[in-house]
């Protein structure tokens, strides 16, 4: 099996790991409400995008669907205490 001719010393591999670390992510604010929002992506607490809606935000069936199971969980704990 091919093997490392030589050990590679600390300071190599920390020079190695010095592009490594992570950046701090880069965000805008939205033009419409003010929330922060990655760049060049729409807005996904309002849906706008270069002050011009893109999307409706639905406040659907999925989201009702998390507070009823969440509620319903409550309920069952509290008649069971
Ligand atoms: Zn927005």
Known sequence: ??????????SRVRKRRSHQALKEIQY???SNCGKPVLPHRACLSCGFYKERKVFEIKVGSKAKKKV??????????NKKT
Do not use: D
């Open 1 to 10: 099996m091919a093997e490392p001719k030589k050990k590679t010393s600390h």
């Open 28 to 30: 805008t604010f939205c």
């Open 68 to 77: 009823k199971k969440k509620k319903e969980k409550a309920g069952a704990e």
